[in-house]
């Protein structure tokens, strides 16, 4: 594959040394400042906990006996094992993806040096200032650990099919995709037909030998799939839900909730790309009629990418499970395409010029990150509900069960109380590998020794004071916000119970 055009050495001076140490500042920066949001972060660092808790990493669970096998455990692990060594802090359970993240901007260095390798820190610089992959990176899910072993699968395809270290690029590939799957599923292998694909059609036959005939699939398979076969064998019929319910279903069906209309992928994926790649693409477009630019396809290395880009994107539309974080691996061959548009501008600034573009991307960067962390809406930070059950409850509580309304399971990071949901007149969100406890096996399972708080849908309330008073309990209203109603129970005792708020 041919590299770029354009002689010189952009980023390759003071401005290259400055970006690995401002990359890292950049993920590290506040992000312990805000509380965890509700309602990905909370189920991610409560799995680890869980995973901690019972000394058990192959189980994923959110309490004692609510299994959550939605995703495989690499991200449940990189958080407990984060915590684990720093303690129980929101800095702690963010820490993994911050420095996903850094890794992901600096494996495109080396990319860089193929395909920008007169400016080859640009695409480092270009991945790191794009707005989704650093807004991303504040927040707890499986997609910045995905993208970083998608994008180390990528890079060592280039190497592969330019003919450098091909063994060990073969090798490199398989073990990325193989932890790419073991953070997110089959997803994340969407840009390997793409890649088996490109060698096929340019009749590489020595590259497609090596990948194909690599010790890598082997370790591919024992990474990628030995943590599903233990857990089959540990959980009866999980593959089967897996399958089911977290492939076919997030493919076919709208039954996740998640932009299931045939038009979700446009009103998702188009903002999504828009804005997730700000602030280059209006560079581009600026720039683009003064003739600066490099052309946008200049030979097999710009296809390659777009397929990289547009294949895995055709699915995601396709697919009925659509949220923005999705398109988070594609960023990398993104970054990558701008690199090679912008190569010729960077290698016409100054050293000096180069610096202040890098130090001005990132102290936007930091500025904006400084403002999420600040504006963190009450609706979702979990801290706010935390202290307000405080106040409730100063002598702490045991466990809070959730009726008709999805847990905020974060509450068990803050107050160490077991969280619950249960349904009655509603169903449960997402399909789940096991059915929640009902109502009733809740409260009859109930410690009179223990404390415990109902969180309940005002539309249910007149369900759950029956549910309760089967059991000689009575609902006794504590609080009320905008969106529940806060119950203690209290026995029924020789009177009638008050009318339920919300009924």
Request: with cysteine.
């Amino acid at each position: 594959m041919e590299g770029s055009r354009t002689p010189g050495r952009a980023f390759a001076g003071t401005a290259g040394r400055w970006v690995p140490a401002l990359l890292l500042l950049l993920a590290l920066l506040f992000n312990g400042s805000r509380g965890l949001w509700a309602p990905d972060e909370g189920r991610y660092v409560v799995g680890a906990m869980e995973m901690l808790r019972r000394g058990d990493f192959v189980g994923i669970f959110l309490n004692d006996d609510t299994a959550h096998f939605t995703k495989p455990p690499l991200t449940y692990w990189s958080i407990a094992a984060a915590m684990a060594a720093f303690g129980q802090s929101e800095f702690a359970a963010r820490l993994p993806n911050a420095l996903a993240f850094v890794a992901t901007a600096l494996l495109l260095w080396p990319a860089g040096r193929l395909l920008t390798p007169a400016a080859p820190a640009l695409p480092t610089v270009v991945y790191a200032t794009m707005a989704l992959p650093f807004l991303a990176a504040g927040f707890i899910t499986t997609d910045t650990l995905t993208a970083l072993f998608t994008t180390f699968a990528g890079v060592a395809f280039l190497h592969l099919q330019a003919g450098i270290a091909q063994r060990r690029a073969a090798l490199a590939l398989w073990i990325g995709f193989g932890f790419a799957f073991l953070a997110k599923g089959p997803p994340t292998l969407l840009a390997l037909p793409v890649f088996i694909g490109w060698l096929i059609v340019h009749r590489d036959r020595e590259a497609l030998r090596k990948l194909l005939l690599s010790p890598g699939l082997l370790l591919f398979a024992l990474i990628g799939f030995g943590w599903f076969l233990l857990a089959e064998h540990r959980f009866p019929g999980l593959l089967r839900y897996l399958l089911g319910a977290e492939v076919a279903g997030r493919v076919a069906s709208a039954e996740f909730q998640r932009n299931g209309g045939w038009y979700g992928g446009f009103t998702v994926y188009l903002p999504t790309l828009l804005v997730g790649s700000l602030p280059w693409w209006p560079a581009w477009l600026a720039l683009g009629r003064s003739g600066k630019l490099a052309p946008k396809i200049a030979g097999p290395a710009d296809r390659l990418l777009l397929l990289w880009i547009a294949i895995p994107l055709l699915v995601f539309m396709i697919a009925r499970s659509r949220l923005p974080l999705y398109l988070l691996p594609l960023f990398a061959p993104i970054a990558l395409w701008f690199a090679r548009r912008f190569e010729p501008v960077a290698c016409r600034l100054a050293p000096g010029r180069q610096a202040a573009v890098v130090a001005a991307c990132f102290a936007l960067l930091v500025g904006s990150k400084l403002a999420i962390a600040q504006l963190s809406p009450v609706g979702h930070d979990s801290r706010v509900t935390a202290a307000l059950i405080g106040k409730l409850l100063p002598g702490g509580v045991d466990e809070i069960v959730y009726v008709d309304q999805r847990a905020l399971w974060e509450l068990r990071f803050y107050l160490g109380a077991q969280v619950h949901e249960s349904w009655l007149r509603r169903r449960p969100y997402e399909p789940t590998y096991r059915s929640p406890r009902t109502l009733s096996d809740l409260v009859s399972a109930g410690d009179s020794h223990k404390v415990r708080l109902y969180v309940v849908n005002p539309r249910s309330s007149s369900e759950f004071a029956l549910a309760l008073s089967e059991h000689g309990l009575c609902p006794d209203a504590l609080a009320r916000d905008p969106v529940v109603i806060f119950y203690r129970a209290t026995p029924l005792i020789g009177r009638a119970c008050a009318r339920p708020q919300g009924s």
